[in-house]
Each structure stands twice: as structure tokens, then as C-alpha cells.
């Protein structure tokens, strides 16, 4: 399985491993990467959710194959 993290934040990208892991996915491939969300540096409320979509949006056009597209916002 391959999964596109929205971020080049080593703790974002193991966070993800681990919680693939636990879910039973330890065959996963994770791969972090520079996503633009076009909302601020800390996004509040609604942008929050307007800033993931944006990373997954532009992750689906940067990448050719993927299984899943993830963004956090922590």
C-alpha cells in the first residue's frame, strides 16, 4: 500500500506509521511530501478543513499512484 503524507515533518510521517501499524497496515509505504493547503501557517476553524483538502488536492495531482493521500494538521 502506498500513502502520501501532505508534509516533510518527520514526526507527521511516523505518527502515520504508527497509526497504519496499529490498524493493521504494516505493509504500508509511507512517503512524506511538500503540499500546499493555501491557508495559513496556523489555520483556525473552517480553514482547517479548507487547508487538508488543498494538500489533498494537490498531493492527487503530484502523484501518479497512491492508495490513500493524508494531511494533519497538529
Known amino acids: 500500500m502506498k500513502v502520501y503524507v501532505g508534509s516533510k515533518n518527520p514526526s507527521k510521517i511516523e505518527a502515520v506509521k504508527v497509526a497504519l501499524k496499529t490498524l493493521g497496515y504494516s505493509n504500508a509505504d509511507v512517503y ?4 500546499d493547503s493555501k ?3 496556523k489555520p483556525v ?3 482547517i478543513v479548507k487547508g487538508a483538502r488543498n494538500r489533498n488536492e494537490d498531493m492527487h495531482f503530484k502523484c ?11
Open 32 to 35: 512524506g511530501m511538500e503540499a
Open 39 to 41: 491557508v495559513g501557517s
Open 45 to 47: 476553524d473552517d480553514d
Open 64 to 74: 501518479e499512484k497512491w492508495d490513500y493521500l493524508i494531511s494533519l494538521f497538529l
